[in-house]
T-cell receptor, first 112, second 113 residues
């Protein structure tokens, strides 16, 4: 079993829908939880990150962390065709080497 | 300000040939990472530099892969000889030391035939 599990999709939704993307993990030492967006043939770009548990909101994006369940989510409100991309979760411990462990990514398609 | 720059963007080589990738990180970033990304997978770390020093290279296949970061700025990743299984995207990223946010380049897509 991998440390970070993420459903690869694809997830296809109509424009304007609320999208929920999720990851589960097994390492209880993870403290930083990140979401990256990767467009086709581009490098990943960091959308947002949270430390420990709780919610964080940035515009149409909300990240949630439930450490008791080892489950993190990214919600996208009012999804747009420009949100079509692969979304990668990543997480790391608070100390040590600072190297994040990535999920395999979920492919999201928002159709007009 | 320019982001992380990688070259070439695409490379096709025959197996057993050597290949090199180049990365110019964001100015001021001490930490430089090389990642491997296979199709449908997340990035996997190959090597991490703090300035000139390789501080985490346990995942680098040292029999055929080598890397260097001279003067703590640009970095080169080399494969010699390349194998069919090396076909993937090679990503470079950089950050300030200890920062959560790392900035990625666009990657080099390698195809070994």
């Amino acid at each position: 079993q991998k440390e970070v599990e993420q459903d690869p999709g694809p997830l296809s939704v109509p424009e304007g829908a609320i999208v929920s993307l999720n990851c589960t993990y097994s390492n209880s030492a993870f403290q930083y939880f990140m979401w990256y967006r990767q467009y086709s043939r581009k490098g990943p770009e960091l959308l947002m990150y949270t430390y420990s548990s709780g919610n964080k909101e940035d515009g149409r994006f909300t990240a949630q962390v439930d450490k008791s369940s080892k489950y993190i989510s990214l919600f996208i409100r009012d999804s747009q065709p420009s949100d079509s991309a692969t979304y990668l979760c990543a997480m790391r411990e608070s100390g040590g080497s600072y190297i994040p462990t990535f999920g395999r990514g979920t492919s999201l398609i928002v159709h007009p | 300000e320019a982001g992380v720059v990688q070259s070439p963007r695409y490379k096709i080589i025959e197996k057993k040939q050597p290949v090199a990738f180049w990365c110019n990180p964001i100015s001021g970033h001490n930490t430089l990472y090389w990642y491997l990304q296979n199709l449908g997978q997340g990035p996997e770390l190959l090597i991490r530099y703090e300035n000139e020093e390789a501080v985490d290279d346990s995942q680098l296949p040292k029999d055929r892969f080598s890397a260097e970061r001279l003067k703590g700025v640009d970095s080169t990743l080399k494969i010699q000889p390349a194998e069919l299984g090396d076909s993937a995207v090679y990503l470079c990223a950089s950050s300030f030391t200890g920062a959560t946010e790392a900035f990625f380049g666009q990657g080099t897509r390698l195809t070994v035939v």
